[in-house]
Nanobody, 125 residues
């Protein structure tokens, strides 16, 4: 069992930066690919970024590529999402997710077994 707790959300202005953190409990963190997804009331939960077990590989959605950076610290059981140059369309609830025993960088929600409770990010124009 893995429990994920996100933090770092908030209200910022367009152009600002924000860093989200997701801390995992359990011994499987270092064996799990980790991902960030986001959801608004009007849309299904969408892929944002993912990082492989070792941290050596990352994949981003086109909408955030070049602005967001995902990283992880396996010693601290934590994955981060650094968000720069934020836009109003980045407003959403951001979720952290874990895909245990996955060797790659999965982008599909169906490949993630554990999810956090979400943290709200609001970007004003």
């Amino acid at each position: 069992q893995v429990q994920l707790v996100e933090s770092g959300g908030g209200l910022v202005q367009a152009g600002d930066s924000l860093r989200l953190s997701c801390t995992a409990s359990g011994r499987t963190f270092s064996n799990a690919a980790m991902g960030w997804f986001r959801q608004t009331p009007a849309k299904v939960r969408q892929f944002v970024a993912t990082i492989s077990r070792s941290g050596g590989s990352t994949t981003y959605s086109d909408s955030v590529k070049g602005r967001f950076t995902i990283s992880r610290d396996n010693a601290q059981n934590t994955v981060y999402l650094q968000m720069n140059s934020l836009k109003p369309e980045d407003t959403a609830v951001y979720y952290c997710a874990a895909a245990p025993s996955n060797y790659g960088t999965p982008t599909s929600r169906a490949l993630y077994d554990y999810w956090g409770q979400g943290t709200q990010v609001t970007v004003s124009s």
